[in-house]
């Protein structure tokens, strides 16, 4: 593209007038003279325009001059334009700042960079999205030793532009040993993999599962100066779980560099060794677990993962503790209702269950998943909080296959949890020798049958005569009613030990989302949606501020019942309304509950309710609108999402 002489003349003056403002002269003569004084020999003084050009941008100098030319155009862009712009679009034209990180000169670090992917090739076609433009992104989730990080979203492609650092502290886990500098000796020991999870964002904000990888690392240990560049093949879950989704281009390096290097040979032999002892140790729980199945066919103690990898159900659950993100039980509860559920997808015509059980991070960064992982993670949490609980397996109304979790008070009270409401019930069997005049407990909850239990460390089937809940003991000590897998064979194949193939559980990351922002921005959403609605059906619309405030005591009094199930401050707030509505008024409202923030597809849920349709499409005399919204955070960014619609308007009859 050429420019008229004036133009170029006028950019060059704009230009000029730029770095003088910066002083970007007298800069580049002080990293001159820095550059020659520290970084060169005394024998070549000569500074090559290569050298200056990387002196100053390791100064981050012309990075500086870079972002002020264009936070020029910002401005220019941002007067032309006043709508405001979703959060989530992506613009090219300024990186984010970098954070500098501390790094502890007493400890061993795996420096893992993600250099770019290729062959994605489900996107060969998809175009090249455009600065500013909404698309699908690719995130790529990791967690090594109790350690979790995030990439940069990037546009979807064949060829995503992944570019991302991570640097993982790898420590040793023995009293003692965990402020030491481990040497490439213990770091060949220490055998937890890089757990690598790839989600896929939508326009719509719905995330899905893309590939789970672990990724060994100690190639490095072996490698000449402690780097190396490997080539990850990533395969699809699930149904697909043979198929490749793309390749990954990843270099490992260690720091400091270790004084001595490994041979190929000892690390070799070192992972044979791991996977013939892994194998031999799954063999031998393979045939005690078929021996015992024998007995009872609809039971699995196996279940396969989302890369197809058959794993025993006791490994799928741990005691895991949340720190202070969470504080009771019943909360733990609400926060794995609020995570998405989604059913394994079913390929073919047939109707039935796709047996897919994800592992933690899968389901964490997925953020939904099946009965079976939030069941999974809820049992995990109940142990953490010193409860005995376990994971059920059986079946609801019309037989459909379910799992909810169990805990066994030590007064002998057995109280079910619902994974997916967060709903309580007390169990109380039903006695089916009392004569028909004794009156027999009905029960609330909404399961029929049960054929086994398990936890991290007991797997039990129910022989009891009948499978149905009601009637069953829960008598885990009889072995006439639950006959319990040996506690040596689980112990074997889900231990905490280092040669276990069961993937280690990460810690739950406390939410990124800043509540009072996001009840905002949902709520200003949905003003237009509700103006802009009523406007097609020739209404004008008058919002109520003071009403709408009002609204906030019942959505926290609702997120609070739903946490404790207990009621609180309902007089309050039928107080408030009747003293905000004038007599002769009448006055409606609707609450609705969600565990997304989209807001135009929360109001088109709305509308397909009677009752908040009426509100929405109110006719009548001094009609006033409200809306109120209240987004609860929860770890992981899960939320509870509360809207409230209201109107009020002078009665005519």
């Not at 230009?15 to 001159?32: A, P, S």
């Not at 334009?81 to 300024?94: G, I, K, Q």
């Not at 069953?472 to 040669?499: Q, R």
């Not at 997120?559 to 404790?564: I, K, S, V």
Request: glycine share 6%.
């Amino acid at each position: 593209m050429s420019l008229p002489p004036e133009k170029a003349s006028e950019l060059k003056q704009i230009i000029h007038q730029q770095l003088v403002k910066m002083d970007v002269h007298g800069r580049i003569r002080e990293v001159l003279a820095e550059t020659i004084r520290e970084e060169l020999p005394p024998e070549h003084q000569q500074l090559s325009t290569e050298d200056l050009i990387k002196a100053l941008r390791q100064r981050g100098i012309i990075d500086d001059v870079m972002k002020e030319l264009k936070f020029v155009t910002d401005v220019n862009e941002k007067e032309g334009t006043s709508a405001p712009r979703p959060s989530t679009r992506f613009v090219d034209r300024e990186p984010p700042a970098l954070k500098k990180t501390n790094i502890d000169p007493t400890r061993r670090y795996l420096y893992l960079q993600v250099l770019g992917g290729k062959a994605f090739l489900e996107h060969l076609q998809e175009p090249e999205p455009l600065p500013g433009q909404i698309c699908s992104t690719f995130t790529l989730c990791l967690h090594f030793r109790n350690q979790r990080f995030r990439s940069k979203p990037v546009p979807c492609a064949c060829e995503p532009d992944f570019h991302d650092g991570f640097l993982l502290e790898v420590h040793k886990d023995s009293l003692g040993d965990g402020s030491k500098m481990v040497d490439a000796t213990t770091m060949l020991s220490i055998c937890d993999p890089v757990h690598m999870v790839l989600i896929k964002t939508d326009t719509f904000s719905e995330t899905t599962l893309v590939a789970s990888y672990f990724l060994e690392w100690r190639s490095v240990l072996a490698a000449e100066n402690g780097i190396t560049n490997v080539t990850v093949e990533l395969l699809g879950v699930g149904t697909e779980s043979k198929v490749s989704v793309g390749v990954l281009n990843i270099r490992l390096e260690v720091y400091p560099q270790l004084s001595k290097t490994l041979s190929p040979e000892i690390t070799n032999t070192q992972f044979a060794l791991e996977r013939q002892k892994r194998a031999e140790k799954e063999r031998l729980f393979l045939v005690y677990a078929k021996q015992w199945w024998r007995e009872y066919l609809q039971i699995r103690p196996t279940h396969n993962d989302e890369n197809g990898v058959n794993r025993p159900v006791c490994s799928y659950i741990r005691p895991l503790r949340a720190g202070r993100l969470l504080d009771t039980p019943r909360q733990a509860a609400r926060f794995v209702s609020v995570l998405g559920y989604e059913r394994a997808p079913v390929i073919g015509g047939g109707g039935g269950k796709q047996e897919q059980w994800c592992t933690l991070l899968a389901f964490l960064c997925r953020n939904k998943g099946d009965c079976e992982d939030h069941s999974n993670l809820l049992c995990s949490l109940l142990l953490g909080f010193g409860l005995e609980a376990f994971v059920c397996v059986g079946t609801k109304a019309k037989g459909v296959p379910h799992t909810w979790v169990m805990t066994c008070g030590t007064d002998g009270t057995i109280t079910f949890w619902e994974s997916l409401t967060g709903h309580r019930y007390i169990h109380r069997p039903v006695n089916p020798d009392d004569p028909p005049l004794v009156e027999q407990p009905k029960p609330l909850y909404p399961y029929r049958t049960i054929g086994c239990i398990f936890n991290h460390q007991k797997f039990l089937g129910n022989c009891q005569p009948s499978h149905a809940v009601e009637v069953c003991v829960f008598d885990l000590h009889d072995e006439s009613k639950w006959k319990p897998m040996s506690g040596e064979a689980i112990k074997s194949v889900c231990p905490p030990g280092t040669t276990s193939s069961v993937p280690p559980f990460p810690p739950l990351c406390a939410s990124t989302i800043d509540a009072a922002v996001a009840s905002n921005e949902v709520e200003l959403q949905l003003r237009i949606l509700v103006s802009e609605h009523r406007k097609d059906l020739g209404l004008s619309t008058v919002w109520d501020d003071h009403l709408s405030y009002l609204l906030s005591p019942a959505l926290a009094a609702y997120e609070l019942e739903r946490t404790t199930s207990i009621s609180a401050g309902n007089e309050e707030f039928q107080d408030a309304v009747r003293r905000a509505v004038p007599d002769g008024h009448t006055f409606k409202g609707f609450p609705i509950h969600f565990v997304y923030r989209n807001a135009r597809r929360a109001f088109a849920t709305c509308l397909r309710s009677p009752f908040c349709e009426e509100i929405i499409c109110c006719r009548g005399d001094q009609v006033r609108l409200a809306v109120r919204v209240r987004v609860f955070t929860y770890p992981e960014s899960a939320c509870a999402v509360w809207i409230m619609f209201a109107c009020k308007y002078r009665s005519v009859l």
